[in-house]
């Protein structure tokens, strides 16, 4: 799914912010952790008191999402770098979390479409769906 480039980033950063939509369309910006989900090829965002957040509530109301990682490789040259996964929230219950202090719930994002910038050779902007149109709109089974 991801390009070696990417992989190496993802790798490396540990905060990202996602982007909900509220049921009245109002949209929340929330940082976040993330962990890749190798097996499922999944973003997992687990938290402390997931159950009760805004983002948990928002994903259940309404599925899409996206998720922006970045960050600033050099500010003299100013050189920006990130990937933007848009996708499906799928807000999950009584998971095995992966650290002890996290709670039981998660929101898993399936993606459908990766943006890049400043991580290829050139810093090139990428754009790519993955999956079909209209796994775009349907809710993760």
């Known amino acids: 799914m991801f390009t070696p480039a990417e992989e190496s980033y993802l790798k490396s950063q540990l905060l990202a912010r996602l982007a909900t939509v509220a049921p009245d369309g109002t949209v929340q910006n929330s940082p976040v952790g993330f962990f890749f989900n190798d097996e499922l090829n999944t973003f997992d965002i687990w938290g402390q008191r997931m159950r009760r957040t805004k983002k948990f509530a928002n994903v259940a109301s309404y599925p ?39 709670s039981r719930e998660v929101i898993r994002i399936h993606p459908n479409k990766i943006i890049t910038w400043g991580l290829e050779e050139g810093g090139a902007y990428t754009s790519r769906r993955i999956g079909t149109a209209s796994q775009a709109n349907e809710a993760p089974a």
């Open 64 to 102: 899409r999402v996206a998720l922006v990682i970045d960050d600033l490789a050099s500010v003299n040259p100013w050189i920006a770098r990130g990937i933007e996964i848009r996708g499906l929230g799928e807000p999950l219950s009584d998971l095995e979390p992966p650290r002890p202090y996290y």
